[in-house]
Nanobody, 120 residues
Framework: VQLQASGGGLVQAGGSLRLSCAAS????????MGWFRQAPGSEREFVGR????????SYADSVKGRFSISRDNAENTVYLQMNNLKAEDTAVYYC??????????????WGQGTLVTVSS
């Protein structure tokens, strides 16, 4: 499985960005697609996840109500819509695939990361 994340950039506080994660290779229907982020000097933290087959979604409390995850099964792509961005959302964002969970070790495959910078 190869994952390609894109869509990061510089945005002002209160603005929006949409990240994409295109998957290629064999995607198991049982897989979960996760989004994580890592700010400088911090550990990688869970943002949200979506079950590839069922569409079940969960979010970290810090982004709930502002971020939303969706998927396009035909395109093997998962999206992270980020609204009302805050300076503390600044991080490198990663998509991941695997059995799922809220911990990075629950995922087997990782994209290369895309940088999101929110200016205050």
């Amino acid at each position: 499985v190869q994952l390609q994340a894109s869509g990061g950039g510089l945005v002002q506080a209160g603005g929006s960005l949409r990240l994409s994660c295109a998957a290629s290779g064999r995607i198991f229907s049982s897989y979960v697609m996760g989004w994580f982020r890592q700010a400088p000097g911090s550990e990688r933290e869970f943002v949200g996840r979506i079950n590839w087959s069922s569409g079940s979604i969960s979010y970290a409390d810090s982004v709930k109500g502002r971020f939303s995850i969706s998927r396009d099964n035909a395109e093997n792509t998962v999206y992270l819509q980020m609204n009302n961005l805050k300076a503390e959302d600044t991080a490198v964002y990663y998509c991941a695939a695997g059995p799922g969970g809220r911990l990075p070790r629950s995922y087997d495959y990782w994209g290369q990361g895309t940088l999101v910078t929110v200016s205050s």
